[in-house]
């Protein structure tokens, strides 16, 4: 075992103690059932940044839809995206069936045990790559994410700032040596279960860990100060004017967004930015979308919060006297079928004034 941080770390101990907890302890999630290395890799793009209580009902309509690698990489962009409807970070989805497709047609569908074979699909950083060659494959390879970081920081009482990627690496070449080499597939689940139920962010409850004894931030009291992490950039606020455009024929007006970017290829009703506190919305709409509109009302105001922006959105209806569009982004579409497309929560939550 290296020198410095590790020196004088009881892993075998640890390892011991860390394990039976789990084995007793371990959540019940719908992803553990099996090895499959495809549903633990849906499983863990889904729980990027989300909760895995979101995750679970996800995971098993995700899982009923593309049973298998084959179902998901000839399925339809929009189906993918509608399956995942809700979940955010669409880039996820859209990058793990492009990754399948590439396991289908380079691998013979059968997902990689190879390391370097794995993390050249797209999508598939470190961590993903971990959790899969350990968790499906058994394999000795860490798997470090935000609840392992601030597990080990606690544990091994580091105090360096875990937001930046040096420090990422570091715990990564720490946890290359304390990783489990008889039961690798454990070891990382049960990280991920304490820091999920017992080693939380806030008010960790360290008299019920069953590793609190190995702990050297319990033991100095400063479990509680521990990890640091640099405050992330202020979220820029951004403000639009959405409309619910409805035709004389009672169908709505509703666009498809670019294919890159933020929340690329789903669909939206229409949204003018406000820059200015005058706005015309009819001549801003017959700009943007050259149609013209008429009978505005509005409807009421929500706000969505995204990781790095702030929309705030202003809900107005207004009716229009066109029937069809030619822009190939725009289409008009009856209430009842609007639930087909794939569109944001922050349009989805636009329904309810419809």
Request: glycine content about 4%; charged content about 30%.
């Amino acid at each position: 075992m290296s020198q410095g941080i590790l020196q004088d770390f009881n892993n075998f101990q640890f390892e011991e103690d860390l394990l039976n907890w789990y084995y007793e302890n371990k959540r019940d999630l719908p992803w553990r059932r099996s090895h499959d290395p495809y549903k633990v890799w849906v499983s863990e793009i889904m729980l990027q940044q989300t909760k895995v209580d979101t995750v679970i009902p996800y995971f098993h309509r995700f899982m009923e839809r593309f049973p298998t690698v084959y179902d998901l990489a000839k399925a339809e962009e929009q189906d993918v995206l509608k399956a995942w409807e809700g979940l955010g970070y669409y880039s996820r989805a859209k990058n793990l069936q492009a990754a399948v497709k590439e396991v289908v047609a380079t691998y013979n569908g059968k997902v990689p045990d190879d390391a370097k074979e794995l993390e050249s699909l797209k999508g598939v950083g470190p961590y993903t790559k971990g959790a899969i060659l350990s968790i499906a494959y058994n394999q000795p390879v860490p798997a470090v994410d935000g609840n392992v970081m601030r597990v080990f920081s606690r544990v091994l009482k580091i105090e360096d700032d875990i937001a930046l990627a040096k420090s990422k690496k570091q715990m990564e070449k720490y946890l290359e040596e304390l990783i489990s080499k008889d039961d690798p597939s454990s070891y990382n689940q049960a990280i991920m279960d304490l820091g999920a139920t017992i080693c939380t962010p806030k008010s960790p409850a360290c008299l019920v860990c069953p590793v609190a004894e190995h702990c050297r931030a319990f033991q100095d009291g400063v479990q509680e100060v521990l990890p640091i992490k640099s405050k992330a950039k202020k979220q820029k606020k951004l403000q639009y004017i959405a409309l619910l455009v409805k035709n004389e024929k009672d169908e709505f007006l509703i666009e498809k967004r670019p294919n890159t970017g933020l929340l690329a290829d789903l669909w939206q009703f229409p949204m003018i930015e406000v820059v200015s506190k005058e706005i015309d919305i009819e001549s801003e709409f017959l700009k943007q979308y050259g149609l013209t509109v008429r009978n505005q009302q509005k409807k009421g105001d929500l706000k969505h919060v995204f990781s790095h922006l702030i929309w705030e959105l202003e809900i107005h209806e207004v009716e229009t006297e066109e029937k069809t569009v030619t822009a190939p982004r725009l289409r008009f579409v009856k209430k009842n079928d609007l639930k087909t497309y794939p569109f944001p929560v922050s349009h989805q939550n636009m329904m309810k004034f419809i």
